[in-house]
């Protein structure tokens, strides 16, 4: 386990800013302690600084997950956001689309979503903005890219693609295996 | 080529063609009152039905003429009873034909055999019973339904079959099926009359008849009467037994029976009986066949339990809190949606999780700020209840031998929003080594699996006396490492729990003793006031007396998955290997040195291995060896007394000294004089002689070589055998 170096760092958190923009302060300085990014096997994981200090005394090939995992690094050092960080990208997340009933199956099956699927969408989305995918319950079912922007949204037929699926909670179930 | 099948055209569809429609009141009862034929149309049924019915008012009298052979000018007014002549009749027609055709005299052959065939329909399905039948019912004073009669008939016809099978077979055991089904065809027919026989008894098959039924199949009705049969008489033995039976063949015949009716394996089913009355038993794999209900537990992190339940029924789930005991957990009925895949799944919501998991943790009660380890931890259920009840604060270190298995821990960890979680992968027993100084332990122990055979079936027939053994062995090892992470000074806990999925004694009540002994814990309550107290003593083992503290679980009493539960709590940090022993141990280290002494303290012997590796070496075998117990008899398991006559040389020696660690003072001068012999030379008879002096000093032997070692080295497999191999046995 090791902090991110300085390009890395940049490249997380440029990914990250795209769905939170600058609330990722907010995520290092928080009201009950500090936390920090730590990488480990390629990927970043999000941790107290307490649970960091315990973490250290078990062996690398041991240790298999600390805290929440953010996401990887590929091998050509570009950073994939996981579903695993949705719990921390709802709470901030700038922009949000709300998805009907109807395809919220659909969603999370791992499909793009569509204008016939969209209950609501924030205003002035820009097009290919990060977004974060909420159930009509307000649930936060995943997140993606933003296809279109909010006006073209209401001009657009019910049959174009919307929002880009990128992760959501099927995931757990489908993708178990490549979490860890 | 069919018409294309468009789901969203919708076709109205009158009645079909067996529907049936009410028209009034009127015209249903016009039915009944209106008798005459003449008007009504009547069905192809009924039209028959009428052509019999005037055929029967004409027949049955000319019938019973050839039938009684009556001849004489009576037989206007001469009527006997149909009933029994009927029922005679029957079978008389079965039997033979000529009866009829001697008799007749005006009639054809032909036309009298379809009388009776009529007349028997008539029995059977007839509507209105004919007139002169009713006549002599009445007079009988009894009411037949014509259904009734056949059912005689048949119930004649059937007992009369067995019996001449019988007659021409030569085997024992149709004679004891003929035994059963005559009790059973008796039993029907007395209870049918409501006359119940109290003399009927059960009658037990000799061994001849038993060993020739392995080779015929009984089929499983007959297995199950019987089983129920000897459980009733094993109930009330002293009233119902045969005389000249004992006890022990009742229950043979009864354990082989349930290893065939249940499909379990003999030692399985051997283990059971030791543990429950016979009564309870059958309770008991009963419930091991159906599953248990599918519980879940909300995740108070994202929602509240009613808000989910709220959530759940809109789906279409049907649901029920699952008890008072518990604030989180829902008893699932039944669901029209996967339960395992809604949304509120997916955003972890809730967990799948059997109720008896929820116990452990509950009786753990980790708080808010606590070190918290759970030692095998997949597929993370607990790790997760105990991350709601500590709402994210402090560290949890989840950790799980096998790798593959890690995966669904962390799954489950990111899916309900577990942050404060490290999931490491060590090997359990490593444990004090990486970390230490946890406030609270829990220990779910891999085990037999003997609680959960309606999960696997695959446990009924898999398990035997050695793994029982390998799961002890290993979950001693477990426990040992599990109390030495927990820090005994720690302000707010100093606790571990133990559990296990198992119903055995010697997974549960025997690892918890050896703990007892071994480190300085005590047992306290769990806190959960159901389920049944851990046993005292077991067989021949006694365990420490606080052991009732601990609770088991059962499928049939508690509706959940076999489970035992243990809290202990750590009172110092020190690590004697026995706490009463700790101020002897260090002068028992230096007697090791020397062969030939004979130690005062009893207890002492077991730090000496440490300080040579020969030692550890039988140390290692002895921990294979079942553990220690106060009194008697562990040696009666065949491993174990093997290994008991292990020695020679120098181990002899050691065996010697490490001599005993029951108070027991008589034992000391037996042992001086195996010392003696011992080093004198180094032949086992001597010590077998001694040996068979006392049973004591068996045990002492066992229990040295238990004590022997801790649990760092260990002997690997092959040598164990090698060692066996070179003692002879």
Redesign the interface.
């Known amino acids: 386990m090791r902090p991110l170096t300085d390009e890395e760092t940049k490249t997380m958190f440029e990914k990250l800013s795209k769905y939170i923009g600058e609330n990722i302060k907010l995520l290092i300085d928080r009201p009950d302690g500090s936390y920090c990014f730590r990488l480990h096997n390629d990927r970043v994981y999000y941790?107290?600084e307490?649970?960091l200090k315990?973490?250290t005394?078990?062996?690398r090939d041991?240790?298999?997950?600390?805290?929440?995992?953010f996401g990887k690094f590929t091998k050509t050092q570009k950073f994939r956001l996981q579903i695993?960080a949705l719990?921390f990208l709802a709470p901030y997340a700038k922009f949000k689309v709300w998805v009907k009933p109807g395809s919220?199956q659909s969603f999370?099956y791992g499909n793009h979503v569509m204008k016939s699927g969209l209950g609501r969408i924030t205003e002035n989305t820009a097009q290919y903005q990060g977004v974060v995918v909420y159930?009509m319950?307000d649930?936060?079912?995943g997140f993606g890219v933003a296809a279109k922007t909010t006006q073209e949204c209401r001009k657009v037929d019910p049959m174009s693609i919307v929002v880009f699926h990128q992760a959501d909670?099927?995931e757990?179930?489908r993708s178990?295996?490549t979490?860890? | 080529m069919g018409r294309k099948l468009d789901p969203t055209i919708k076709v109205k569809r009158g009645p079909g063609r067996k529907a049936r429609k009410q028209k009034g009141a009127e015209t249903e009862l016009s039915k009944f009152l209106v008798d005459d034929d003449g008007p009504k149309k009547l069905s192809s049924r009924s039209r028959k039905r009428a052509v019999k019915r005037a055929q029967v008012t004409k027949e049955p009298k000319q019938e019973e003429k050839p039938k009684k052979g009556f001849t004489d000018e009576n037989s206007k007014w001469l009527k006997p009873a149909p009933r029994k002549r009927k029922i005679e009749q029957s079978e008389e027609d079965e039997d033979s034909d000529s009866q009829w055709e001697e008799d007749d005299d005006e009639e054809g052959f032909d036309k009298k055999e379809m009388e009776e065939e009529e007349e028997e329909d008539d029995d059977d399905m007839v509507d209105d019973y004919g007139a002169d039948e009713g006549d002599e019912q009445d007079s009988d004073g009894e009411e037949l339904l014509p259904i009734e009669r056949a059912a005689r008939k048949q119930k004649k016809q059937t007992s009369k079959k067995p019996e001449s099978d019988d007659d021409d077979d030569d085997d024992d055991d149709d004679d004891e099926e003929k035994d059963d089904l005559k009790e059973d065809g008796e039993e029907e027919e007395d209870t049918v009359q409501a006359n119940i026989d109290e003399t009927e008894q059960f009658k037990l098959p000799a061994a001849a008849e038993r060993a020739k039924e392995g080779l015929l199949a009984m089929d499983l009705q007959t297995i199950h009467q019987r089983i129920r049969d000897n459980v009733d008489v094993l109930s009330h033995f002293s009233e119902k037994r045969e005389e000249g039976k004992e006890r022990s063949e009742y229950l043979s015949l009864l354990r082989s029976d349930l290893c065939t009716y249940y499909s379990y394996n003999e030692f399985l089913i051997s283990k059971l009986m030791d543990l429950f009355p016979v009564s309870e038993l059958i309770d008991f794999l009963e419930a091991n066949e159906i599953q248990r209900p599918v519980t879940i537990r909300t995740n108070t992190l994202k929602t509240r339990r009613r808000d989910l339940a709220q959530?759940l029924i809109n789906r279409g789930v049907n649901l029920d809190p699952l008890g008072k005991w518990s604030k989180v957990g829902l008893v699932i009925y039944d669901s029209s949606v996967p339960i395992?895949?809604t949304?509120?799944y997916?955003?972890?919501q809730y967990m799948l999780q059997g109720a008896s998991s929820f116990l452990p943790v509950m009786a753990l009660s980790p708080q808010e700020g606590e070190?918290v380890l759970d030692m095998s931890a997949a597929p993370g259920g607990k790790t997760t209840y105990m991350a709601q009840l500590m709402r994210n604060t402090g560290?949890i270190?989840a950790n799980d031998a096998n790798?593959d298995r890690?995966?669904?821990?962390?799954?489950n960890?990111?899916?309900l929003?577990v942050?404060?979680?490290?999931?490491?992968?060590?090997d359990g027993r490593q444990f004090p080594k990486?970390?230490g100084g946890f406030d609270r332990v829990l220990l779910d122990a891999p085990c037999s699996g003997t609680g959960v055979i309606s999960k696997d079936p695959g446990v009924k027939t898999g398990k035997d006396e050695a793994d029982i053994l390998r799961s002890a062995h290993l979950q001693k090892e477990l426990i040992l490492s599990a109390i030495d992470s927990v820090n005994a000074d720690s302000p707010t806990g100093g606790y571990l729990v133990y559990c296990t999925c198992s119903i055995m004694v010697e997974e549960n009540e025997w690892v918890v003793d050896y703990a007892l002994k071994k480190r300085n814990v005590k047992l306290v309550p769990t806190g959960l006031d159901f389920g049944k107290e851990g046993f005292i003593r077991f067989k021949e083992r006694r365990f420490h007396p606080s052991l009732k503290l601990s609770r088991r679980f059962y499928p049939h009493s508690q509706n959940m998955d076999g489970f035992f539960v243990a809290k202990l709590k750590k009172l110092s940090n020190a690590i004697p290997s026995a706490p009463r022993e700790r101020d002897e141990e260090e002068s028992s280290k230096t007697e090791t040195a020397a062969s030939s002494e004979q130690i005062q303290n009893p207890e002492s012997k077991q730090q000496k291995p440490n300080s040579t590796p020969e030692k550890s070496n039988m140390g290692q075998k002895q921990k294979l060896k079942p553990k220690k117990s106060e009194t008697p008899i562990i040696t009666k398991k065949t491993g174990v007394k093997a290994e008991n006559k292990k020695p020679d040389g120098a181990k002899k020696a050691k065996i010697a000294k490490l001599d005993g660690e029951t108070s027991k003072k008589n034992e000391k001068p037996d042992k001086m004089q195996k010392v003696k012999e011992l080093n004198g030379d180094s032949t086992k008879e001597v010590v077998m002689e001694k040996k068979e002096g006392s049973q004591f000093e068996k045990k002492n032997e066992m229990k040295r070589k238990n004590l022997l070692k801790n649990n760092t080295n260990r002997m690997g497999k092959n040598k164990f055998r090698k060692l066996k191999s070179m003692v002879g046995q």
Do not use: F, Q, W
């Not at chain 1, 041991?62 to 995992?69: A, H, R």
């Not at chain 2, 890690?406 to 799954?411: A, D, E, P, T």
């Not at chain 2, 942050?419 to 060590?426: D, G, H, M, R, S």
């Open positions: 941790m107290s307490k649970i315990l973490a005394n078990i062996s041991k240790l298999v997950s600390v805290g929440t995992c695993t719990d919220e999370l159930s319950a649930v936060p079912l909670i099927g757990y179930i178990e295996d979490l860890t | 959530a395992g895949a949304p509120e997916l955003s972890g070190s560290m270190v790798a890690l995966k669904s821990v962390v799954g960890i990111h899916r929003g942050t404060n979680a490290v999931i490491c992968n060590y990486v970390m």
